[in-house]
């Protein structure tokens, strides 16, 4: 039987301060529809803007996953969605009238109360699963951090967590099935050690923070006296033990509850794929940059399935989006090295364009003689050119731009291109223009056959 997708059943509200911020908020779960996801609505800016919560949103992952989009921004994200993905609340407005969610304690225990205290409801569209069919990995071996997600048939988190830490040690946190979150993971409470608090809040940043929402690691004995200074920075004093260990002298709740806690974030930011999730994740020293990474590269992996399934289909007899002096209007290149004739779609994420092949091509005197097939560089560099056009059409003034492509990856050449041929090339983002930089995914077809394929990441850099 499939499953059902799901959504809140009324509104609830909850009010706290912000972690870093310190700002009081108000935070309201709404119902949604089916295909809706997790969008936060900034109730306080003009315009009311509404941010998706996708992976490709995210532009700052420092002490928390910050999504920047439509020109407004929301952090410290993950808590709350780690528990609409624990208990598999697939759709919810989530309104803030401040720029970060609020604490709550430091875990998502506050925010599943009050999902339950709303009621979940079945919605009459089946769930959308990214299933996950081959190995995708994130690594930073500088750091020692490692994330891979395998294929499997349901969701599972295995984390170890190492900071060369005499109080942690090395520890490890399991979510076997993600019915076990509420139980098992969701009252699993942030950590900082204590010598990280003043650099942290010289930066401006936990304003927030305080014994009852974080457990403070007190990694070796200090003297009182800086213990007296710290918690006068937090207007908390009275904290008289200097033993090494867990400041507040607060119980944790699970042995490994630091463990459990990263599992929880790990669980808020693959909330950011978009969909629930088929598929194993060992996670060695996971970190938001490299939980959000591995999001980024799985909502990829997605978009690739998705595009493959979506061949273009090109009409002779309609009239192109740009014809070739369109063309050679926005892009530099002249014979014979301009290998796009017309575009015949483009919006703001994807472009497809056409070349025509003749046996008059220059390349064929060479490339071979006796069996004339298109070089596979040229139909990267037509993919390339379909791709300058596409980003392009978002820059004013395109004229004075120009793109230069910084990466190819994951190329394939599954077929020959040879006279005669029509090759339909389509180039779609995967990760929206940052600074300067953009990502696509290419395929060119020769009628229904794919021919090839691959991801380029490209720069705009303005003409001198």
Do not use: W
């Not at 079945?122 to 020692?144: A, C, M, P, W």
């Amino acid at each position: 039987m499939s499953e059902k997708q799901r959504t809140l059943t009324k509104d609830v509200t909850l009010s706290g301060k912000g972690l870093h911020t310190g700002i009081d908020v108000n935070i309201t779960f709404k119902p949604a529809p089916a295909n809706h996801g997790y969008k936060f609505c900034r109730t306080d800016l003009p315009g009311k803007p509404v941010i998706d919560a996708l992976a490709e949103h995210v532009t700052d992952t420092s002490r928390g996953t910050t999504l920047v989009h439509n020109n407004a921004s929301v952090s410290t994200i993950e808590h709350v969605l780690a528990a609409f993905h624990g208990l598999q609340v697939d759709n919810a407005l989530i309104e803030i009238n401040g720029p970060e969610a609020p604490i709550m304690g430091g875990s998502s225990l506050a925010f599943v109360k009050a999902i339950k205290e709303a009621g979940i409801v079945d919605l009459k569209e089946d769930r959308n699963y990214f299933t996950v069919k081959q190995k995708i990995v994130f690594s930073d071996e500088e750091h020692g951090v490692d994330l891979i997600v395998y294929p499997d048939d349901h969701f599972s988190i295995n984390v170890l967590i190492d900071y060369n830490s005499k109080i942690l040690g090395n520890q490890y946190a399991i979510l076997d099935s993600i019915k076990d979150f509420e139980k098992d993971i969701c009252n699993s409470r942030t950590f900082v050690f204590f010598h990280e608090l003043e650099p942290l809040y010289k930066l401006g940043l936990i304003k927030g923070g305080d014994l009852d929402n974080a457990i403070v690691i007190l990694e070796k004995e200090v003297d009182q006296s800086e213990i007296d200074r710290i918690a006068k920075l937090f207007n908390r004093p009275g904290i008289n033990t200097h033993t090494a260990g867990i400041l507040n002298n607060t119980e944790l709740r699970y042995p490994n509850e630091p463990a459990r806690h990263k599992l929880l974030d790990i669980m808020g930011d693959l909330a950011l794929v978009g969909h629930p999730i088929k598929g194993k994740v060992v996670a060695t020293r996971p970190g938001h940059y490299a939980n959000t990474r591995l999001a980024r590269s799985m909502r990829q992996e997605m978009k690739k399935a998705l595009s493959k399934r979506d061949i273009p289909v090109y009409d002779p007899t309609q009239p192109p989006v740009l014809t070739i002096e369109d063309i050679k209007k926005r892009l530099p290149h002249r014979t014979p090295f301009l290998l796009v004739d017309k575009i015949i779609a483009l919006d703001e994420n994807v472009v497809v364009g056409v070349k025509n092949v003749t046996f008059n091509e220059y390349f064929f005197q060479g490339h071979f003689p006796d069996e004339p097939v298109m070089p596979g560089v040229l139909l990267v560099e037509a993919l390339a050119q379909a791709g300058g056009l596409l980003i392009l059409n978002g820059v004013e003034e395109p004229e004075k731009y120009s793109s230069y492509f910084l990466k190819i990856d994951k190329l394939k050449f599954k077929h020959k291109v040879v006279p005669g041929d029509t090759v339909i090339l389509k180039m779609e983002l995967t990760e929206p223009l940052r600074r300067g930089i953009v990502s696509m995914f290419g395929q060119a077809f020769v009628g229904n056959t794919l021919v090839v394929e691959g991801e380029m990441v490209a720069q705009v850099i303005k003409n001198k």
